[in-house]
């Protein structure tokens, strides 16, 4: 990845630090207790953003300077770890790993752990005991006994993507505002379920032959939330989805909850959502609620009004009201500021 990129969870920050004591201090409360130390003379700057998430916390690391941690004694959780520019070498109970980005690697706790990152950016997806304790028993089967394994090949790819759409979809909610915590978004413990069974795919040899992919995996699905973007307003189904992407409904429907962690008509919902938000903050003098929402394709009406109250924290009429205080281009600035992007939750 770019280090122009964008930083993934922006919306939920938790650390910018110089500081090494300060970084040693949370990250030790996040993942236990280590010894760290910087190498060479970068300048050294952390920055962590974290979410809790439904049941997997969702951290993403951006450090300047290359940087040695370990562990002796004390152990750390499963975790998935995947670099998105710069590598990690690791030694985990005495075995060497080395990661470069797009890969990702498996990491169980362990009686040692030493890790060397350069310059870098990471994102860490941890696997609280209970979580693949639950997952371990239904699937009739017990933890690896390796310490650490990198996740190679098409396999590893699934939990390399499924990671990176568990962060964009918390990127996709509505940041805080005004002290609340962000709106829970509802397609995260789906996306969690699909990122195990991913991981469950690698380390179990659960994953499809090669050449045998099922339908699912054939959707584009960026292709189908970009056609959904375009023609939001418009009337869609299933089967038009299904016919666009040459498919089966029940397939689309999985590479959705696979990919996206949502069904296709809760993200169409979304979308509608937001342009409604977009129309009323920009709706000039003498407009009513009813046409604008209409006009963004809405037709439940009352199912809609709760919605975007749960959504944005006010109901339409109040947020048409504000509106009329305020130009159409100081609307449409709100709502950016808000932070929602033309596509809404999932955009």
């Not at 990127?171 to 609340?180: F, T, V």
């Not at 932070?339 to 939750?345: C, E, I, L, Q, T």
């Amino acid at each position: 990845m770019p280090a122009a990129a964008p930083p993934l969870l922006a919306s939920h920050p938790l650390l910018d630090s110089t500081d090494l004591d300060v970084v040693r201090a949370v990250t030790g409360r996040a993942w236990g207790k280590h010894a760290s130390d910087v190498i060479g003379r970068d300048r050294y700057r952390l920055r962590l953003n974290r979410v809790e998430g439904a049941r997997l916390p969702v951290t993403f690391v951006d450090c300047s300077a290359r940087i040695e941690a370990r562990m002796e004694g004390i152990g750390c959780q499963f975790q998935v770890m995947v670099p998105l520019s710069g590598g990690i070498d690791m030694v985990i109970d005495g075995r060497p790993l080395s990661t470069s980005p797009g890969e990702a690697v498996f990491v169980r706790p362990a009686r040692s752990m030493r890790f060397v990152a350069s310059p870098s950016r990471c994102l860490v997806v941890d696997l609280p005991d209970g979580v693949l304790d639950e997952w371990f028993q239904r699937h009739r089967t017990a933890a690896p006994a390796i310490a650490g394994r990198v996740l190679t090949g098409r396999s590893g790819g699934r939990v390399v993507r499924g990671s990176l759409r568990l962060a964009r979809l918390h990127d996709q909610a509505a940041p805080c505002r005004g002290g609340l915590p962000a709106p829970f978004t509802p397609g995260v413990p789906l996306a969690e379920a699909a990122l195990m069974g991913r991981i469950g795919e690698y380390l179990f040899g659960e994953a499809p032959p090669p050449g045998d992919e099922p339908p699912c995996e054939r959707v584009v699905v960026e292709d189908l939330l970009d056609w959904l973007r375009r023609h939001r307003a418009e009337p869609v189904s299933m089967g038009d989805l299904a016919a666009r992407a040459g498919v089966s409904v029940r397939a689309v429907e999985q590479a959705f909850a696979s990919h996206v962690g949502a069904p296709p008509m809760a993200c169409l919902r979304a979308m509608r959502l937001d342009l409604a938000r977009r129309l009323l903050e920009a709706a000039p003098a003498g407009s009513n609620v009813t046409a604008v929402v209409l006009e963004a394709g809405i037709n439940h009406l009352g199912r809609f009004a709760g919605e975007y109250q749960r959504r944005y924290g006010e109901l339409p009429s109040e947020t048409l009201l504000r509106s009329r205080g305020t130009s159409s281009t100081a609307g449409t600035e709100g709502a950016s500021q808000n932070g929602y992007r033309a596509g809404g939750a999932i955009g």
